[in-house]
């Protein structure tokens, strides 16, 4: 039977390890840039939002239809998806999938072009594209035609979910890395402490600091 000295167990649980870190540290550091990221929700419209509502203001009556994205007929995520479209926002193609775009903000900061995302139920969503002053547009259902309705209406305001902002301010910071805001040091040496300390306290000072010190050549420059 083969036997394993302790350098080869202490191999082996290190490359497991290392696994482990990459799979637990990488989502961190890709979703960190959102949280060091602050946004003015409360800055006015630009231009393409008003003109993506002029888009949408331009389809009420147009027919309902199912799967339809041009001026022959619409479904909900169809209509938000020509609207948008057509001034040069994309937008993916179902609501479920809208519900998704761009970022949340609350409604008090609600403006025009925001998306709209509604629950009429657990299992499906509905959107609207909001054109200012509590009114919004979308395409209701099969037999009606797209229309302007209020969100001061009870139906629509306890099925509304949430508020997309899906049209970028020209003002919005760029998203950045936590150490491109704020100076910490970019070296192999303190990544490796910070992986030893959380990934592999259980080797010894000297063994765990040469791996972690190798695992953070991966991602950081020397």
């Not at 083969?2 to 990488?26: A, E, S």
């Not at 998203?175 to 040496?189: F, I, M, N």
Request: net charge positive; glycine share 8%; aromatic share 12%.
């Amino acid at each position: 039977m083969p036997r394993y000295n302790g350098h080869q167990n202490v191999d082996f649980q290190m490359k497991h390890t290392k696994i482990l870190g990459i799979v637990i540290l990488l989502p961190l550091l890709l979703s960190a840039c959102a949280l060091f990221t602050s946004y003015d929700d409360s800055a006015p419209p630009p231009p393409v939002a008003l003109a993506v509502c002029e888009t949408a203001k331009a389809q009420v009556g147009k027919p309902y239809r199912p799967g339809g994205t041009t001026a022959k007929g619409f479904d909900c995520s169809g209509l938000a998806f020509y609207c948008y479209g057509k001034n040069g926002i994309s937008l993916p193609r179902t609501s479920s999938d809208q519900a998704d775009a761009g970022r949340k903000v609350s409604e008090k900061n609600i403006r025009e072009g925001d998306l709209l995302i509604f629950k009429p139920g657990f299992f499906s969503s509905h959107t609207g594209i909001y054109i200012g002053n509590g009114k919004f547009i979308h395409a209701p259902g099969r037999g009606r035609s797209v229309e302007e309705c209020s969100l001061n209406d009870e139906h629509w305001r306890d099925m509304l979910s949430q508020v997309r902002r899906v049209i970028p301010d020209a003002a919005d910071p760029e998203k950045k890395w936590p150490w491109e805001l704020y100076e910490v040091p970019r070296t192999r040496d303190f990544v490796a402490k910070l992986l030893q300390l959380y990934f592999c306290p259980q080797y010894s000072c000297k063994e765990s600091y040469t791996l972690c010190r190798t695992w953070s050549s991966q991602f950081f420059e020397a």
